[in-house]
Protein backbone atom coordinates (compact mmCIF):
# COMPACT_ATOMS: atom_id res chain seq x y z
CA UNK A 1 0.00 0.00 0.00
CA UNK A 2 1.18 3.51 -0.99
CA UNK A 3 0.64 6.18 1.63
CA UNK A 4 -1.43 9.14 0.00
CA UNK A 5 1.43 11.44 1.38
CA UNK A 6 4.16 9.36 -1.17
CA UNK A 7 1.63 9.70 -3.87
CA UNK A 8 0.89 13.53 -3.87
CA UNK A 9 4.78 14.31 -3.33
CA UNK A 10 5.23 11.65 -6.26
CA UNK A 11 2.32 14.01 -8.17
CA UNK A 12 4.30 17.01 -7.75
CA UNK A 13 7.39 15.98 -8.92
CA UNK A 14 5.73 15.31 -11.89
CA UNK A 15 3.99 18.29 -12.74
CA UNK A 16 7.65 19.89 -11.99
CA UNK A 17 9.09 18.26 -14.14
CA UNK A 18 6.95 18.92 -16.63
CA UNK A 19 7.13 22.55 -16.11
CA UNK A 20 4.28 22.95 -14.82
CA UNK A 21 3.48 25.52 -11.12
CA UNK A 22 2.11 23.59 -8.25
CA UNK A 23 0.42 24.77 -5.22
CA UNK A 24 1.56 22.58 -2.43
CA UNK A 25 -1.06 23.02 0.56
CA UNK A 26 0.02 21.09 4.54
CA UNK A 27 -2.22 20.81 7.21
CA UNK A 28 -1.03 22.88 10.55
CA UNK A 29 -3.75 22.93 12.52
CA UNK A 30 -6.87 21.47 13.08
CA UNK A 31 -9.52 22.65 16.27
CA UNK A 32 -12.74 20.96 16.82
CA UNK A 33 -13.97 18.03 14.00
CA UNK A 34 -11.25 17.32 11.15
CA UNK A 35 -10.97 14.54 8.94
CA UNK A 36 -7.21 15.03 8.44
CA UNK A 37 -4.12 15.27 10.76
CA UNK A 38 -1.43 17.86 10.94
CA UNK A 39 0.73 17.07 7.95
CA UNK A 40 -1.56 15.83 5.05
CA UNK A 41 -1.25 17.06 2.20
CA UNK A 42 -2.73 17.89 -1.25
CA UNK A 43 -1.37 18.97 -4.40
CA UNK A 44 -3.18 21.29 -7.38
CA UNK A 45 -2.20 23.23 -10.28
CA UNK A 46 -4.14 26.19 -12.63
CA UNK A 47 -6.24 24.18 -14.08
CA UNK A 48 -7.65 22.39 -10.95
CA UNK A 49 -5.86 19.21 -11.44
CA UNK A 50 -5.37 17.79 -7.88
CA UNK A 51 -4.20 15.01 -5.54
CA UNK A 52 -4.51 14.79 -1.65
CA UNK A 53 -7.11 15.74 0.43
CA UNK A 54 -7.50 18.35 3.37
CA UNK A 55 -10.99 18.09 4.72
CA UNK A 56 -14.00 15.91 3.66
CA UNK A 57 -14.07 17.86 0.34
CA UNK A 58 -15.51 21.30 1.48
CA UNK A 59 -12.47 22.53 2.20
CA UNK A 60 -10.88 21.24 -1.55
CA UNK A 61 -13.55 22.90 -3.27
CA UNK A 62 -13.33 26.16 -1.88
CA UNK A 63 -9.61 26.29 -2.46
CA UNK A 64 -9.86 25.30 -6.48
CA UNK A 65 -11.91 27.98 -6.83
CA UNK A 66 -9.92 30.58 -5.36
CA UNK A 67 -7.02 29.35 -6.91
CA UNK A 68 -8.90 29.10 -10.39
CA UNK A 69 -9.87 32.88 -9.63
CA UNK A 70 -6.34 33.81 -9.19
CA UNK A 71 -5.63 33.85 -5.49
CA UNK A 72 -2.53 32.13 -4.38
CA UNK A 73 0.00 34.04 -5.79
CA UNK A 74 2.21 34.43 -2.85
CA UNK A 75 5.14 31.84 -2.28
CA UNK A 76 3.67 30.98 1.01
CA UNK A 77 0.73 31.66 3.17
CA UNK A 78 -1.60 30.17 5.71
CA UNK A 79 -5.23 30.09 5.38
CA UNK A 80 -8.03 29.54 8.27
CA UNK A 81 -10.67 27.76 7.02
CA UNK A 82 -13.72 27.12 9.51
CA UNK A 83 -13.19 31.12 11.11
CA UNK A 84 -15.41 33.68 11.41
CA UNK A 85 -13.26 36.33 10.20
CA UNK A 86 -13.45 38.14 6.61
CA UNK A 87 -10.97 38.75 4.32
CA UNK A 88 -7.93 37.00 1.25
CA UNK A 89 -6.97 34.67 4.28
CA UNK A 90 -9.70 33.16 5.82
CA UNK A 91 -11.77 31.40 3.91
CA UNK A 92 -15.52 31.26 3.98
CA UNK A 93 -16.51 27.74 4.83
CA UNK A 94 -17.91 25.86 7.65
CA UNK A 95 -16.84 22.68 9.24
CA UNK A 96 -18.70 19.94 10.83
CA UNK A 97 -19.11 20.29 14.41
CA UNK A 98 -17.74 24.38 14.48
CA UNK A 99 -13.99 22.69 13.32
CA UNK A 100 -11.02 25.04 12.14
CA UNK A 101 -8.45 23.96 10.01
CA UNK A 102 -5.31 26.04 9.14
CA UNK A 103 -3.13 25.25 6.12
CA UNK A 104 -0.11 26.68 5.23
CA UNK A 105 -0.14 27.29 0.40
CA UNK A 106 2.75 27.14 -1.03
CA UNK A 107 3.26 28.19 -4.55
CA UNK A 108 6.31 26.36 -6.11
CA UNK A 109 7.73 27.09 -9.62
CA UNK A 110 9.60 24.11 -11.52
CA UNK A 111 13.09 24.75 -10.74
CA UNK A 112 15.72 22.90 -10.33
CA UNK A 113 15.72 23.77 -6.09
CA UNK A 114 12.40 22.91 -5.64
CA UNK A 115 12.58 19.51 -7.84
CA UNK A 116 16.01 18.40 -5.57
CA UNK A 117 14.09 19.47 -2.43
CA UNK A 118 10.71 17.34 -2.90
CA UNK A 119 12.78 14.73 -4.27
CA UNK A 120 14.89 14.51 -0.58
CA UNK A 121 11.13 14.70 0.80
CA UNK A 122 10.37 11.69 -1.60
CA UNK A 123 13.54 9.76 0.05
CA UNK A 124 12.52 10.61 3.55
CA UNK A 125 8.91 8.84 3.20
CA UNK A 126 10.05 5.81 1.13
CA UNK A 127 13.19 5.26 2.97
CA UNK A 128 14.86 5.36 6.90
CA UNK A 129 15.42 8.79 7.93
CA UNK A 130 13.66 11.91 8.95
CA UNK A 131 13.84 15.29 7.97
CA UNK A 132 12.12 18.01 9.23
CA UNK A 133 11.15 20.53 6.20
CA UNK A 134 11.19 24.46 7.15
CA UNK A 135 9.28 27.05 5.37
CA UNK A 136 9.88 30.82 5.75
CA UNK A 137 5.78 32.55 5.38
CA UNK A 138 7.71 36.09 5.01
CA UNK A 139 9.30 34.93 1.21
CA UNK A 140 8.35 31.45 0.93
CA UNK A 141 12.05 30.16 1.70
CA UNK A 142 11.98 26.26 2.45
CA UNK A 143 14.73 24.20 3.42
CA UNK A 144 15.53 20.01 4.84
CA UNK A 145 17.63 19.55 8.24
CA UNK A 146 17.84 16.12 10.06
CA UNK A 147 15.27 15.20 12.44
CA UNK A 148 14.74 13.09 15.06
CA UNK A 149 11.87 10.38 14.54
CA UNK A 150 9.40 11.39 17.05
CA UNK A 151 7.58 14.35 17.71
CA UNK A 152 4.23 16.51 16.32
CA UNK A 153 3.97 16.51 12.27
CA UNK A 154 4.18 20.60 12.45
CA UNK A 155 5.29 23.10 14.65
CA UNK A 156 3.66 26.79 14.10
CA UNK A 157 2.45 29.37 16.36
CA UNK A 158 -0.25 31.49 14.76
CA UNK A 159 1.95 35.10 14.00
CA UNK A 160 5.25 32.75 14.06
CA UNK A 161 7.13 33.36 10.55
CA UNK A 162 8.59 29.76 10.68
CA UNK A 163 6.70 26.63 10.07
CA UNK A 164 8.36 23.09 10.67
CA UNK A 165 6.66 19.99 9.26
CA UNK A 166 8.36 16.75 10.00
CA UNK A 167 9.01 14.47 7.04
CA UNK A 168 9.83 10.83 7.42
CA UNK A 169 9.24 6.63 6.71
CA UNK A 170 6.01 5.98 6.25
CA UNK A 171 4.39 4.45 9.56
CA UNK A 172 4.72 0.30 9.18
CA UNK A 173 3.15 -1.99 11.94
CA UNK A 174 4.45 -5.39 11.82
CA UNK A 175 2.09 -7.78 13.35
CA UNK A 176 4.27 -11.28 14.42
CA UNK A 177 1.50 -13.68 13.87
CA UNK A 178 -1.77 -13.92 13.68
CA UNK A 179 -4.55 -13.76 16.29
CA UNK A 180 -8.06 -11.83 16.76
CA UNK A 181 -6.22 -9.10 18.53
CA UNK A 182 -3.48 -9.13 15.03
CA UNK A 183 -6.92 -8.65 13.04
CA UNK A 184 -8.37 -5.83 15.05
CA UNK A 185 -4.52 -4.12 15.22
CA UNK A 186 -4.25 -4.40 10.96
CA UNK A 187 -8.16 -2.73 11.08
CA UNK A 188 -6.89 0.09 13.01
CA UNK A 189 -4.06 0.31 11.72
CA UNK A 190 -4.92 0.70 7.73
CA UNK A 191 -7.43 3.18 8.75
CA UNK A 192 -4.23 5.24 10.08
CA UNK A 193 -3.00 4.83 6.83
CA UNK A 194 0.20 2.54 7.98
CA UNK A 195 1.61 0.17 5.77
CA UNK A 196 0.52 -3.14 7.85
CA UNK A 197 3.38 -6.88 7.54
CA UNK A 198 1.38 -10.13 9.02
CA UNK A 199 4.09 -12.83 9.24
CA UNK A 200 3.25 -16.22 9.86
CA UNK A 201 4.56 -19.58 9.08
CA UNK A 202 1.67 -22.02 10.79
CA UNK A 203 -0.11 -23.01 7.50
CA UNK A 204 -3.76 -24.07 9.74
CA UNK A 205 -3.28 -20.71 10.67
CA UNK A 206 -3.44 -18.93 7.04
CA UNK A 207 -5.80 -20.93 5.89
CA UNK A 208 -8.07 -19.26 7.91
CA UNK A 209 -6.92 -15.83 8.62
CA UNK A 210 -9.81 -13.05 8.06
CA UNK A 211 -7.59 -10.20 7.02
CA UNK A 212 -8.68 -6.58 5.54
CA UNK A 213 -7.73 -5.17 2.66
CA UNK A 214 -4.09 -3.77 2.12
CA UNK A 215 -2.71 -5.89 4.66
CA UNK A 216 0.42 -7.52 3.37
CA UNK A 217 0.83 -11.34 4.45
CA UNK A 218 4.30 -12.95 4.63
CA UNK A 219 3.84 -16.96 5.01
CA UNK A 220 7.21 -16.67 6.90
CA UNK A 221 8.73 -17.15 10.44
CA UNK A 222 8.20 -13.05 12.11
CA UNK A 223 11.60 -12.99 13.28
CA UNK A 224 12.99 -13.91 9.98
CA UNK A 225 11.28 -10.68 8.37
CA UNK A 226 11.62 -8.34 10.95
CA UNK A 227 15.74 -9.52 11.06
CA UNK A 228 15.88 -8.73 7.46
CA UNK A 229 17.34 -5.91 6.03
CA UNK A 230 15.49 -2.51 5.28
CA UNK A 231 12.42 -4.21 7.30
CA UNK A 232 12.33 -1.97 10.40
CA UNK A 233 13.03 2.09 10.60
CA UNK A 234 12.35 4.40 13.50
CA UNK A 235 8.22 4.50 11.65
CA UNK A 236 7.72 0.67 12.45
CA UNK A 237 5.90 -0.86 15.32
CA UNK A 238 6.54 -4.23 15.44
CA UNK A 239 3.56 -5.80 17.73
CA UNK A 240 3.09 -9.78 19.01
CA UNK A 241 -0.12 -11.39 20.39
CA UNK A 242 -0.38 -14.52 19.41
CA UNK A 243 0.72 -16.23 22.99
CA UNK A 244 2.75 -18.41 21.81
CA UNK A 245 6.31 -17.94 23.12
CA UNK A 246 8.11 -19.68 19.92
CA UNK A 247 6.55 -17.00 18.13
CA UNK A 248 6.53 -13.97 20.33
CA UNK A 249 9.82 -14.61 21.52
CA UNK A 250 11.90 -15.15 19.00
CA UNK A 251 10.29 -11.60 16.98
CA UNK A 252 11.36 -9.43 20.66
CA UNK A 253 14.84 -10.75 20.20
CA UNK A 254 14.99 -9.88 16.54
CA UNK A 255 12.97 -6.46 16.94
CA UNK A 256 15.68 -5.25 20.28
CA UNK A 257 18.29 -5.39 16.86
CA UNK A 258 16.55 -3.42 14.87
CA UNK A 259 15.66 0.59 15.61
CA UNK A 260 11.97 -0.12 15.17
CA UNK A 261 10.37 2.55 17.01
CA UNK A 262 7.60 0.44 19.26
CA UNK A 263 8.03 -3.00 19.74
CA UNK A 264 5.31 -4.55 22.22
CA UNK A 265 4.04 -8.08 22.85
CA UNK A 266 1.11 -9.10 24.79
CA UNK A 267 0.90 -11.12 28.06
CA UNK A 268 0.02 -10.00 31.62
CA UNK A 269 2.08 -8.99 34.01
CA UNK A 270 2.81 -12.14 35.52
CA UNK A 271 3.76 -13.48 31.85
CA UNK A 272 5.64 -10.86 31.13
CA UNK A 273 7.99 -11.04 33.81
CA UNK A 274 8.69 -14.59 33.27
CA UNK A 275 9.15 -13.76 29.41
CA UNK A 276 11.96 -11.00 30.45
CA UNK A 277 13.37 -13.86 32.25
CA UNK A 278 13.32 -16.20 29.19
CA UNK A 279 14.30 -13.00 26.95
CA UNK A 280 17.39 -12.46 29.84
CA UNK A 281 18.40 -16.17 30.06
CA UNK A 282 18.02 -17.78 26.46
CA UNK A 283 17.85 -14.95 24.66
CA UNK A 284 21.00 -13.07 25.86
CA UNK A 285 19.19 -9.64 25.58
CA UNK A 286 20.47 -7.10 27.63
CA UNK A 287 18.88 -4.74 29.95
CA UNK A 288 19.02 -2.11 27.83
CA UNK A 289 17.02 -4.71 25.18
CA UNK A 290 14.81 -6.08 27.45
CA UNK A 291 13.71 -1.89 28.67
CA UNK A 292 12.71 -1.62 24.62
CA UNK A 293 10.12 -3.64 24.98
CA UNK A 294 6.73 -2.48 25.93
CA UNK A 295 5.62 -5.90 28.04
CA UNK A 296 2.78 -5.52 29.02
CA UNK A 297 1.53 -3.80 26.14
CA UNK A 298 -1.03 -0.82 25.75
CA UNK A 299 -2.71 1.29 27.50
CA UNK A 300 -4.29 1.36 30.25
CA UNK A 301 -7.83 1.83 29.04
CA UNK A 302 -10.02 -1.22 30.75
CA UNK A 303 -9.94 -3.19 27.71
CA UNK A 304 -11.10 -6.79 27.58
CA UNK A 305 -12.11 -8.06 23.86
CA UNK A 306 -9.58 -7.97 21.18
CA UNK A 307 -11.14 -4.71 19.44
CA UNK A 308 -10.57 -3.56 22.78
CA UNK A 309 -7.14 -4.02 23.52
CA UNK A 310 -6.13 -3.82 19.96
CA UNK A 311 -7.21 -0.02 20.29
CA UNK A 312 -5.34 0.08 23.89
CA UNK A 313 -1.90 -1.30 21.19
CA UNK A 314 -2.52 0.92 18.21
CA UNK A 315 -2.99 4.36 20.71
CA UNK A 316 0.28 3.61 22.57
CA UNK A 317 1.89 2.94 18.97
CA UNK A 318 0.26 6.89 17.86
CA UNK A 319 0.96 8.01 21.58
CA UNK A 320 5.04 6.95 21.34
CA UNK A 321 4.83 8.09 17.71
CA UNK A 322 4.01 11.39 18.63
CA UNK A 323 5.95 12.11 21.56
CA UNK A 324 3.65 12.21 23.98
CA UNK A 325 4.45 10.89 27.89
CA UNK A 326 3.93 7.65 29.03
CA UNK A 327 0.86 6.12 30.20
CA UNK A 328 0.68 3.05 32.24
CA UNK A 329 0.07 0.04 30.59
CA UNK A 330 -2.72 -3.01 31.50
CA UNK A 331 -1.98 -6.09 29.56
Known amino acids: MQSLDVQVVKQ ?3 WLTNDSTIWLC ?10 REPGSLMVATADGSHLGSLSGGCVE ?4 ERLADGEYELPAVV ?8 GVENARVRLPCGGVLEVLVERMLPSSDNLAQLEKVM ?25 EPTGP ?8 ELVRIQVGPIAKLILAGYSTVAEACANFA ?17 RNMNLPEGVEFIPQLPSLYIAAEGACSPSTAVVAVTHDPRIDDLAMMAAVKTDAGYIGVMGSIRTSRARAERLRRTGGLIEEEIERIHMPIGLNIGSKTPAEIALAIV ?5 IRKGRGVVSPIF
Open 123 to 147: GALTGRHELARYVRLTDGQSWLEEA
Open 79 to 86: VRYGASGQ
Open 12 to 14: ALE
Open 190 to 206: ISLGYQVVLCDPREEIA
Open 61 to 64: EDFL
Open 153 to 160: RVTWEEGS
Open 315 to 319: ADIVR
Open 26 to 35: TVLSTFGSSP
